[in-house]
C-alpha cells in the first residue's frame, strides 16, 4: 500500500492532516476578521480544547493524526525548505520591493519553529523588528508606514480548514491555488511540507498541480501566477470508481475544473470528472458545505440548493486537448450512476428540522460532517436536528463541539485533508 493516496470519501480513514488553532486564531480582531473570512472572533482556548477532542476522537478509531504546524517546522529543516518558503512568502507582491531583502533577511533568523509559527500565524512589524536590520525602515514605504502592531506578513487562521488548501485525488495532490488573497499564502505553507517533509519526500505519489516534482529542482510554483483560475478543496471529492467530484462555486472556477480534469485524465488518474453548479455565495462557499458522504450509499443535502442545481459529467474527448461536457439530468443521478448504486437506492438524507432550522443548521456545518469509515461520521453536537436524522438513517454521528471552531464557517469536513484513505 503507498503512504498516501486518497480512494473515497468514506472508506476508512487512515491518516489525516489538520490544524489545530494557535497564534493565527489569536490575531483575528472585529476589525480584521472580516476579510480574514471569519464571522466572529475566536476564545482561541476553547477552539483548541474543541479541536483536541475532535483530534481524540479520530486516533480513539484509529486514525494517524498529523499537526500543519509540525509537518511545517520539520519541513523546514530539510535543506533548502527555509529559502523556499521564504522565497515564495515574501515577495514585492506581499511587503513591496524595498523590503524584500530585509524580510527575506530577518526570518533566515528563525528557528525553524519560530519560522513555521510566523509563516502561519503571520509577523506584525514591532515581532520582525526583533530579527530585522535597522535599515528596514530606511528603505521600505512599507515598514515606514505600518504601525509596530500591524502585520508585515498577514496572518493565515484559514489553515484551520486544511480541506482547502490542498486535497488528494486517488495517487495524487493538487496544491491549490485559493480564491481569496487572504488565504493564497496557505497553500505555500502546504507545499512546503510536501515538498520537504521527509515522510513526504520519501514517498511516491503524483502531484496533479501545480506540476511540479519534489523539491526545488522542479519551481513552477509561483503564487503571483494565480489569476482567475481558482480551486478550493472544500469542493473537490474523489467519491470513488475512477469518479471526482468538484463544485463550480464561490472559490472554484469552471475554467480551473477544465485544467484538472484535462490533468487526470492525461495521467489516466480518472475517468470522469461531475461538476455542479452552485450559486456564488457565502453560506454556499464550498459544495461540502452542502453536500457530503456519510457512507458508501449515504449522503447529506441541503435541500434547497442541491434539489435545483445543475450538474455536468466531464469525460476525456477523441483527442487528449478536447474535454467531452454533457449536462447530467439531476446532480443526484449522476452521483449515483458514478457510485454503481441505482438512484432509488441512494440514501439521501437532507438538513433536519422545518425550513428555519435546516438554514440555521446549514449554517452551522450541519451538511458538512467527515466520515471516519463507512456509516461513522464526526458532526458538531449543536446541529441538533440533522443528527438525529442521521441516527434515524442508521449512521453512526460522533458529536464534537463546535461553539469556537465552528465560527470560520466549517466543520469536520473542512478542517481535516486527508491524506490515506481506503476505497
Ligand atoms: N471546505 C470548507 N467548506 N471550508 C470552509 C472554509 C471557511 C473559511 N473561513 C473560508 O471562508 O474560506
Redesign the pocket.
Known sequence: MNAFGVHSEVGRLRKVMVHRPDLSLKRLTPSNRDEL??DDVLWVEQAQREHDQFVAEMRKRGVEVFHVHDLLTKALKTPGARQWAISHTVSPYTVGPAAVESVQRALENMSAEALATHLIGGVTRAELMQYADRDLFVHSLVASTTPDSAFILPPLP?HL?T??SSCWLYGGVSLNPMF?PS?QLETVNIGVIYRFHPMFREAKFDFWYPDAGHGEEHDEFDIQSFGRSAI???DVMPIGNRTVLIGVSE?TTAQMVEVLSRRLFEKGAVDRVIAVELEKK?SY??L??VFTFMDRDAVTIYPKVIDTTKAFSIRPGHKPWVLDVTEERSFLGAVSDALGVKQKDLRVVTTGGDAAQQEREQWDSGN?VVALSPGVVVAYSKNVYSNQKYREAGIDVVEIDGFEVGK???GG??MTCPLLRDP
Open positions: 473570512l471569519f484559514n480548514f480541506r482547502d481569496w488565504r478550493e478543496g472544500g472559490r457565502r462557499m464550498h461540502d458545505v458538512n470560520g464557517r466549517g469536513h473542512c
